[in-house]
């Protein structure tokens, strides 16, 4: 009887996350559909592979002055209203590719679908944070497996529409998709956990926080990798003699495994501790990602990165954890806002120097230099984390009322 008393619960909080997972998996199925036709971009408008760099960071740099400004208004209880208007103006984007010729363009709409996409993120991870404090790591697993699979749906469907009607025509898709699903974000469901009363103007409290600061450095260093895959290894694939359909297939290969052990990833975190998930999952990341530049052809490097998905899928995921509980519960999107900062940041700084080295060195120097700094990332943050304490979850001091 008591089993499935608890049952119940537990599939009401599913159920009630769905609508949260959906809108995750819609809004990186559209960004990482882009990734799968940049380097037929580069072929056939002509652009520099340092010009798709700018492009790639445009849209992280936009997504980062999103996330770290607006955020924390996810905390006071208008994260619906961030996610209706986010959806909205991925949309648009999408629409401006449709018609967009010259670099300026390409450049304007990639950085509206940042912002867009930085106003959905925090309010949606926030949910799934504060749902059940407990199995924080677990819930927000769940966002990180609906993330990759609009990952892994987003490119596949890409390539498919590109063969079908040119390379415009997966943009005019997204778009209309993404318009009917403006209803989803309009009938979230209302927050859960304790919000913030404080009207503070920004989130950079947050930041004197050492345990959140090692978590910020970490993640920022793991998406060093995300922004070099973005701006390289498409140009890289084509240069090789892959087109976008290979190019899809390469990036839903990858995701793949995070698709497949988020959950358990999130559960392991809950258990054991998720700096520890972190930290061992992201250096397995760091160093397979040096071996991009020594790996000849399109299928080996698919394969590493097959491997480097499962470092992502326990690393990144139980990233998410130690950022959550390492502030109080009503400061949760404002600390996930500052994560998708640091995501952003991270992805932003390494995309045009990394699409630079390719061009000027080739992959050898690009894919040690990018490794050899996430690594050291890694590890710095992880030393500013030893010797804090969280400040919620399960694991957290609980306050002595004692006295």
């Not at 930085?118 to 819930?139: K, T």
Request: hydrophobic share 55%.
């Amino acid at each position: 009887m008591t089993d499935r008393a608890g049952a119940a619960p537990r599939r009401r909080f599913r159920n009630d996350l769905l609508p949260f997972q959906v809108l995750m998996g819609v809004t990186a199925g559209g960004i990482g559909g882009i990734v799968t036709v940049l380097g037929e971009l580069r072929d056939q408008l002509g652009f520099s592979g340092t010009g798709i760099g700018v492009m790639v960071a445009s849209g992280f740099v936009a997504a980062f002055v999103s996330q770290v400004a607006l955020a924390r208004l996810a905390d006071m209880g208008h994260a619906r209203t961030m996610a209706t208007a986010g959806i909205g103006l991925s949309a648009a984007a999408m629409l401006m590719m449709v018609f967009a010729e010259g670099l300026a363009v390409w450049v304007l709409s990639r950085a509206v679908l940042g912002f867009g996409g930085g106003l959905i993120l925090p309010g949606v991870r926030r949910a799934a944070s504060v749902h059940d404090p407990a199995r924080a790591g677990e819930n927000l697993g769940r966002m990180v497996v609906a993330e990759t699979t609009g990952f892994i749906f987003g490119p596949v469907l890409t390539a498919l529409l590109v063969g079908v009607g040119g390379i415009r025509t997966p943009f005019a898709v997204f778009a209309g998709a993404m318009l009917l699903f403006i209803p989803v974000a309009v009938r979230l469901p209302p927050d859960r956990g304790l919000l913030d009363a404080s009207r503070r103007a920004t989130s950079f409290d947050l930041l004197s926080l050492r345990r959140l600061q090692g978590a910020l450095i970490m993640v920022g260093g793991y998406f060093m990798v995300i922004g070099a895959w973005e701006a390289v290894l498409p140009v890289m694939f084509a240069d090789r003699g892959a087109g976008a359909a290979e190019t899809g297939i390469a990036f839903t290969v990858v995701a793949l495994p995070i698709m497949l052990v988020g959950r358990r990833a999130g559960r392991l975190a809950d258990r054991v501790g998720p700096v520890r998930v972190t930290m061992a999952g992201l250096v397995v990341v760091s160093f397979l990602t040096m071996t991009y530049g020594v790996i000849p052809g399109v299928v080996p490097i698919v394969v590493a990165m097959v491997l480097v998905g499962f470092g992502d899928g326990y690393g990144f995921t139980a990233a998410h954890a130690v950022v959550a509980r390492a502030v109080p519960e009503q400061r949760q999107a404002a600390a996930l806002g500052l994560m998708g900062a640091a995501e952003v940041a991270g992805a932003g700084a390494a995309a045009l120097p990394a699409a630079w080295l390719y061009d000027s060195f080739g992959p050898g120097p690009t894919w040690a230099a990018v490794g050899l700094t996430v690594l050291t990332l890694v590890v710095a943050g992880w030393l500013r984390i030893r010797g804090t304490v969280p400040a919620s979850g399960p694991d957290a001091p609980r306050p002595d009322v004692s006295t």
